[in-house]
């Protein structure tokens, strides 16, 4: 039998990044474009990769921003994080240094396993570089790429980055 690893995996941002819509993408493989506000959700799915099954618990949170308090239910028992940016928003982008280091704080460790994700990339209005990105990734030794959950592209990718920067940060200590 293939090995197990159970994985919870938070999902914050700015509000209206799309979070509820990459989540919703990647679990049910459909897209609404209606907005609607998103209570606090979590979604189980599992996967296979590279012969091990991941069980994934994703929490979909309500969304964030400068002032909010960070959460402690966004924190505990969460192996890995998924930080979403509208590349259509710079405030949204502006957002993620400051929730990453909310985070960090909490935990009181220097990094966390992590994936930033550009979303929106189907929008012609882009206020995001590529490279700012890239680069903000880099800064924070975290996973980074740009999605689309209208066009479902990249969705996948958003997880399997996610598993394995826990993997990749678990490895050596007792995780279940
Ligand atoms: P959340 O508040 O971060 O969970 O954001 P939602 O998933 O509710 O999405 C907010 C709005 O952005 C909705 O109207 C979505 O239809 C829209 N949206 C989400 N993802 C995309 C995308 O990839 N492309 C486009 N064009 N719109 C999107």
New binding site residues.
């Given amino acids: 039998p293939a090995e197990l690893r159970k994985r919870k995996v938070a999902v914050l ?1 700015a ?8 989540i919703m993408q990647w679990a049910e493989g459909c ?8 209570i606090e959700n979590s979604v189980s799915k599992s996967l296979n990769l590279k012969g091990v099954q991941y069980d994934c618990e994703v929490i ?1 949170t309500a ?1 964030q921003d400068e002032y909010s308090i960070f959460n402690s239910r966004h924190a505990v028992g969460i192996h890995g994080y998924v930080l ?1 940016y509208s590349v259509a928003s710079r405030t949204s982008f502006d957002m993620i240094q400051v929730l990453y280091d909310k985070i960090v704080d909490f935990c009181g460790v220097s990094q966390i396993p992590c994936v930033i994700v550009g ?2 990339v ?2 012609p209005a882009r206020q995001v570089p590529t490279e700012e990105g890239q680069q903000l990734a880099k800064e924070n030794s975290a996973a980074w790429i740009e ?5 479902n592209v990249n969705v996948g990718k958003v997880f399997e980055l996610c598993l394995a920067q826990v993997d990749k940060q678990t490895s050596g200590k007792q995780t279940e």
């Fill in positions: 941002g509000r209206s990044v799309g979070k509820s819509s990459l897209f609404l474009d209606s907005y609607y506000p998103t979909d969304g979403v979303s929106k189907d929008l999605t689309s959950a209208k066009q």
